[in-house]
Nanobody, 127 residues
């Protein structure tokens, strides 16, 4: 059974940095599955944040986050990370990592293509 567990969230001030991690347990060939991060702010729908291909060679970011967030993965450790810099109050949300439901060569940005989700980690940025 595949399970995802996020860590690294917390309360920070605007301008600070945070690094979120996601550890995957179970499953097979981790490096063939795309991964991503999504977030959901109170009263809003799920929003795409960033995604990375199975090999880690390709990444995609939400336009509003380019330059501040960096996604990465370590296939040997079955983990992925999201480095968040220059955090803003509007980045406050529950952040979830996701693992693709199927192998894919490309980066996946649509949430419906992810079959496995973590429980989420809260990031709160005070202004």
């Amino acid at each position: 059974q595949v399970q995802l567990a996020e860590s690294g969230g917390g309360l920070v001030q605007a301008g600070d940095s945070l690094r979120l991690s996601c550890e995957v347990s179970g499953g097979g060939s981790f490096s063939t599955y795309p991964m991503g991060w999504f977030r959901q702010a109170p009263g809003k729908g799920r929003e795409f944040v960033a995604a990375i291909s199975g090999t880690g060679g390709s990444t995609v970011y939400a336009d509003s986050l380019k330059g501040r967030f960096t996604i990465s993965r370590d296939n040997a450790k079955k983990t992925q990370s999201l480095q968040m810099n220059s955090l803003k109050h509007e980045d406050t949300a529950d952040y979830s990592c996701a693992l693709g439901s199927r192998t894919a060569l490309e980066v996946v940005t649509q949430d419906w293509r992810y079959g496995y989700w973590g429980q989420g980690t809260q990031v709160t940025v005070s202004s």
